[in-house]
Each structure stands twice: as structure tokens, then as C-alpha cells.
């Protein structure tokens, strides 16, 4: 039986949360209602929390329940839904485009030129609509997707952030074979160096340090560079006799890495930024190598279209989040979740909360 109230933790004020009874939501047309399993503190969160993006309307107003990243089960469905059922175990994305503006005719709908216009059908869940902080909450069916009883519900948290990496190396490909360097071993990162693995690398270059560093190390990652202690581009033209990585996944959003990134791709190479760089002098070169060397920039923005392929790079082992998610917490203790994450205690990587 779906209780009238819920538990929440509520962005009461910038950094100031609550732990309060709502009302439950209602599954209205194409919607379901869903029992939040687990949800994974994003790298934005803290961002949102702080007042960081407040100009975007991230929140669009206080109290805000925040969360995108999640797994769970449907308890209810709304009228006309049809592809799911009552006890399906699934995970999340955050967008849900309006589907009629011409990005998401496209297939663009993370790009949809109607954001934020609620009346249009757009949602980004956790961002400018209420997310998955909470016990329950409603999605439309275009925004969640079946996952195997094989993926526990902490992992199958990770199928946003998963997904966002594998949305950016789409982008520019995997040479079979070839070098993929990536910048940044945090839970994107982490996840994209798996990935590019899966996908036929030949060689896969983590950057980075500390502890997340030692931890790419151990899942496999081919080489590791401290930054700290060498210069990333002079190793990673080492590692690939002066030519170059043929393809770049910048994950840190670090303001050198940009230029890094140019200086260790080969001629003719490919660059994704994954990174969020609000508010960050970034150092980056425009002109003269990017243009001589005819280097592809792209910039990824989160994980349109890849859920379905993600969870199957889950199911097959190729993606494994027992070394990401690294601490648990349930729905009350969000904010020392928060914390946890935020000052990386205790080594954390990926927090997820289990309401």
C-alpha cells in the first residue's frame, strides 16, 4: 500500500538540508510511480547545494528535494502506461525532454531547446523538477529504464554516471588497439576507463593522484600518471613513442587539463570533455595546433540514448561499480552522506544514500 507521506531530505536553503514528511506523489499520463531504492551523490550536487547555480534555476526554488542518480522499483503506474508493470526494478537518467522541439526530434533531448519550460513536457529530475532524494517519487517512462536482477540497486545507481561517460566516448569512438587517455579518475572517469577497455583499447592512461589514482591502478588501468610527480603530456607521449593518445576523455574539469589534453593527442586525434568547468579560468588553446593537427573537440553533455547499452555493459561485467561505490547511507544520515562525499572520507568515490 503507497503511504499519503514520504520522507524527504529537503534543499531547505542553500547548504542547508531537512529531513521532512511530504506528500507522496502521483503517477499522472506516461508516468510511474517509483520507490527509490538508491541514489548516488553527483559531483553537481554539492554545486546545486551551495548556491553555485542558482542563475540556471538549479534549484528553482527552496525547499528543492535534489537527486539524479538512482535506482528503484515501480509501485504505480499512471494512465496509458502500458511498458511497465508493478514491480519492476529500474534505474533512472535525469532528462526528459519536451520531444517535440528540434533537438529532441533528434534525439538531442538532453539538449532540448525547451528547458525548463515545465508546461512543454521538459523535466531534468533533481535539477529544475523535484528528484530522488525522497522514498518516491514520479517519472515519466521515457526517463527510466528495466535493469536484471543480476545489478544490485547501489550499482544500478551508477547507470547515470555510467552512462554519461559512455555518451562521451560515443562521441568520438575507440580506436581498437589504440591509446585512450583519460583526465580525472573520479566516478566518471573511473567508469570511462572501463569502458574504453571493453570497447578494444589497446592501452587505457589514467591521470590524476591520491587515492582515486591508486584505485584506477587496481581496476585495471594500463598506466598511471601522477600529475603531481610528472607531466602528464611528456608521459603519455612516452607511452605511445611521441605520437600521441588517439583519443582524450577529460573527466576532471580541471583548469590545465584543457591544454593538456591537446599537447598528448596525436595528429588527427579526438578530444571529449565530460568536465564541468562553472566559473573556472580555463587555460586552452584555440588556434594553431588544434588547427594543424586537426583535433575533434567535443563536449558531452550528460547521457542521451545510452542507458539501455549501459546496463548491458553492466550485465556483462564489463562496467563493475564495486570499487566506485565505496559508502552507503540511509535516507536520514543524507548529510553526513553529503560530507562524506564532498571531503572524500575514508577514501569515498561514489556515496549512495538508500532510502
Known sequence: MIPKTMKACLLAAASTFAIREVPVPKAE???VLCRIKAVAICG????????????????PQYPFILGHEWSGEVVEVGPGVTEFKIGDRVAGEAHKGCGICGNCTKGNYTLCLNYGKIETGHRHYGFTVPG?????????????????????????SLVDTAGVALHGIKLIGVTPGGTVAVYGPGPIGLCAMQIARGLGAGNVVMVGRGHRLKVAGEMGADYIVDFEKEDPVKRILEITEGFGADEVLECSGGTETPQQCVDSVRKGGKISFLGFYEDRKVSFPVMTKIVLNEVLLVGSRANPNVSTETIHLFARGILNGERIVTHRFPLEKYEEAFHTFTKRKDGAIKVVVEP
Not at 553537481?44 to 534549484?59: A, F, Y
Not at 517519472?139 to 528495466?146: E, G, R, V
Request: net charge negative; proline share 7%.
Open 132 to 156: 530522488a532524494n525522497s522514498e518516491y517519487n514520479a517519472y515519466s517512462i521515457k526517463s527510466i529504464h528495466k535493469i536484471p536482477n543480476s545489478l544490485s540497486n547501489a550499482h544500478a
Open 44 to 59: 553537481t550536487d554539492p554545486e546545486i547545494v551551495n548556491g553555485t547555480h542558482l542563475s540556471r534555476g538549479w534549484p
Open 29 to 31: 499520463a506516461g508516468e
